[in-house]
Nanobody
Framework: QVQLVESGGALVQPGGSLRLSCAASGSDFTIYRMGWYRQTPGKQRELVALVTSGGSTQYADSVKGRFTISRDNTKNSVYLQMNNLNPEDTAVYYC???????????????WGQGTQVTVSS
């Protein structure tokens, strides 16, 4: 079981930047992938970016070239650097992790509480 703690959400002007952080904690787990999702009222939660244990990354088309996901394995943390933000990026951003028990028999999906990102002038 993995617990996720997020930080970094804020109000920012269009064109500005933010860096979201997510730290995973727990015991007896191995994380396969970590990622960021976002959700706005009336819409389903959508993938923003993810990174696997092997270093593969995936981005939503709407954020390619602007957002960068990175992972620090020594801290069991994942980050999302968001540049050139626009109002369409306004959403609650959620950290996500898929992990396995050490014996490899069980998998778990974990979610953070969410952090609000608002892009407005």
């Amino acid at each position: 079981q993995v617990q996720l703690v997020e930080s970094g959400g804020a109000l920012v002007q269009p064109g500005g930047s933010l860096r979201l952080s997510c730290a995973a904690s727990g015991s007896d787990f191995t994380i396969y992938r970590m990622g960021w999702y976002r959700q706005t009222p009336g819409k389903q939660r959508e993938l923003v970016a993810l990174v696997t244990s092997g270093g593969s990354t995936q981005y939503a088309d709407s954020v390619k070239g602007r957002f960068t996901i990175s992972r620090d394995n020594t801290k069991n943390s994942v980050y999302l650097q968001m540049n050139n933000l626009n109002p369409e990026d306004t959403a609650v951003y959620y950290c996500n992790a898929y992990s396995y028990s050490l014996d490899g028999w069980r998998g778990y999906e974990s979610w953070g509480q969410g952090t609000q990102v608002t892009v407005s002038s």
